[in-house]
């Protein structure tokens, strides 16, 4: 095989492994959530009203979400009291949902939190397909640009060999 052939081969592999690397890097400090959109449950448990008029937040109820676009947010208030989340009315022993359909932050009133709020995140999904283009979209470039850089450093050691020779 011709050297220069060889050459690109390994600069297209390694970029590929540097976008690897770097990509899931991002994914995993990002906290992207890595599945398809479905339906997730809140409940609000009994005596949540009397813990939050006491000042004691629910240990069953989060302070903040994360959710990606499509999920559907259906929240079960278990408690005996009616509670409200942002646009939700949610009765005693019923329940509500919200979809979610568009990638932002969100802060909520919420009557089931010591501090009246609940931060929700929404995202964009991240599937397998997704990252594997985004592997191959950053791979091949940086390949590339490994593969132009190598070309430069490899004709100038060889020209001062033969100067060395000479």
Known sequence: MNFSIKRIIISIVLGLVVAGITTELAYFLLKKENREPGIIELII???TGELVRAGQASPDVPRDMRFVVGDTLRVINQDDENHQLGPLW?????????????????????SFQTGNYLGITVQEPVTWSTRISGIFFAGFPLGAIFAVYSGLVGPQKKKEKNEAAA
Do not use: Q, R, V, W
């Open 90 to 110: 949610i009765p005693a022993e019923t329940s509500a949902s919200l979809k979610l359909e568009s990638e932002e932050n969100m802060i909520f009133e919420c």
């Open 45 to 47: 448990p009994a005596g």
